[in-house]
T-cell receptor, first 113, second 119 residues
Framework: AQSVSQHNHHVILSEAASLELGCNYS??????LFWYVQYPGQHLQLLLK??????LVKGIKGFEAEFIKSKFSFNLRKPSVQWSDTAEYFC???????????FGSGTQLTVLP | AAGVIQSPRHLIKEKRETATLKCYPI?????VYWYQQGPGQDPQFLIS???????DKGSIPDRFSAQQFSDYHSELNMSSLELGDSALYFC??????????????????FGPGTRLTVT
């Protein structure tokens, strides 16, 4: 079974700082990778996804992520965060024949104005 | 664009009572997934349905059951509720990739969730 690790549980940044959130997965075969954002009291929204092709994917709101197969990683980045980016960020994967998502434990991002 | 609809949005029940949560997928989506997110937890997969048949099963307690109907909406039935069942229950929908061989079919669209509080 696949698993997902997010190493940063809580990240605090000032506005305009750069962001990188780590995500590692364990599965030896083909994977589909996702980053979701959950604003306080709201549902999960898809930020970006990787299925195949260019390992550098761009998502909404200036976010991007890089799939590094050799490191089993799919880190999320944003060059300059805003206060409105304060939210919880979840990395997720589905792999093999399983179509349900396995989520990481989430990273709470707090951006200070 | 139409999104996934869940009802009710909030539900308060007492221990040992039953609850039914409903999910209406995006039109044309034939696959429904249920997830449970406890306080401060990541979403955990419960169960999924494709074309009205159960397709995958996760950490769903035996006290819970679910089904998908002919109009593709799904209901999650929860009985003998316990305090630990208090959580946000998300439904997600997608289009089976075998139907149109589009990669985006692996993408799940989440509903707003039903917040269940068991007292």
């Amino acid at each position: 079974a696949q698993s997902v690790s997010q190493h940063n549980h809580h990240v605090i940044l000032s506005e305009a700082a750069s962001l990188e959130l780590g995500c590692n997965y364990s599965y030896g075969g083909t994977v589909n990778l996702f980053w979701y954002v959950q604003y306080p009291g709201q549902h999960l929204q898809l930020l970006l996804k990787y299925f195949s092709g260019d390992p550098l994917v761009k998502g909404i709101k200036g976010f991007e992520a890089e799939f590094i197969k050799s490191k089993f990683s799919f880190n999320l980045r944003k060059p300059s965060v805003q206060w409105s980016d304060t939210a919880e960020y979840f990395c997720a994967v589905n792999a093999g024949s399983a179509r349900q998502l396995t989520f990481g434990s989430g990273t709470q991002l707090t951006v200070l104005p | 664009a139409a999104g996934v609809i869940q009802s009710p949005r909030h539900l308060i029940k007492e221990k040992r009572e039953t609850a039914t949560l409903k999910c209406y997928p995006i039109p044309r989506h034939d696959t429904v997934y249920w997830y449970q997110q406890g306080p401060g937890q990541d979403p955990q997969f419960l169960i999924s349905f494709y074309e009205k048949m159960q397709s995958d099963k996760g950490s769903i307690p035996d006290r819970f059951s679910a089904q998908q109907f002919s109009d593709y909406h799904s209901e999650l039935n929860m009985s003998s509720l316990e305090l630990g069942d208090s959580a946000l229950y998300f439904c997600a929908s997608s289009l089976n990739p075998l139907r149109d061989r589009v990669f985006s079919s692996y993408e799940q669209y989440f509903g707003p969730g039903t917040r269940l509080t068991v007292t």
